[in-house]
């Protein structure tokens, strides 16, 4: 199994490649599908628009959100054709990785002029214990 680092790298290559191929302004599942697709060629697993379920106060809410992509069942990656990455968009995927207890996502924005500018690595440090600072967020 690959370290977290080398797939997301993997993912981080491909995702240039098709930015700097297929240009800005697409939506947001032509991305997901390629991106997907290159993966799956790569070899890695990929599952797309994984339902996830939640709990919460005894309640179970069926396919509460889905994940753009899981890669090899632990790499979470948000995809995004927007102007710019808001704050929400890092906060949205934070909690993805802290329902699913995954340790590190990608948020990848296709919709800006390069993509340097628009990738953010987040780690999922949540810790149900309690510490004041339960999530952060790495840009890489």
């Given at each position: ?11 981080l ?6 930015h ?32 996830i ?20 069942d ?17 906060k949205?995927?934070l909690t993805y ?29 949540y ?14």
């Open positions: 199994m690959k370290d977290i680092d080398a797939v997301s790298g993997d993912v290559d491909v995702a240039l490649r098709l700097r191929d297929l240009g800005p302004g697409l939506l947001e599942s032509v991305y997901e599908a390629v991106l997907a697709g290159r993966l799956l060629a790569m070899g890695y697993s990929v599952a797309r628009q994984r339902a379920d939640i709990e919460f106060e005894g309640l179970r809410f069926e396919a509460a959100f889905r994940l753009d992509l899981l890669v090899d632990r790499l979470v990656v948000e995809i995004k054709s927007v102007e710019r990455l808001l704050p929400v968009h890092a949205q995927l990785l802290r329902l699913t207890k995954q340790p590190v996502g990608l948020l990848i924005n296709f919709g800006g002029d390069t993509l340097k500018e628009g990738v953010r690595r987040l780690v999922n440090n810790r149900p214990s309690a510490s004041s600072a339960p999530l952060r967020e790495q840009i890489s």
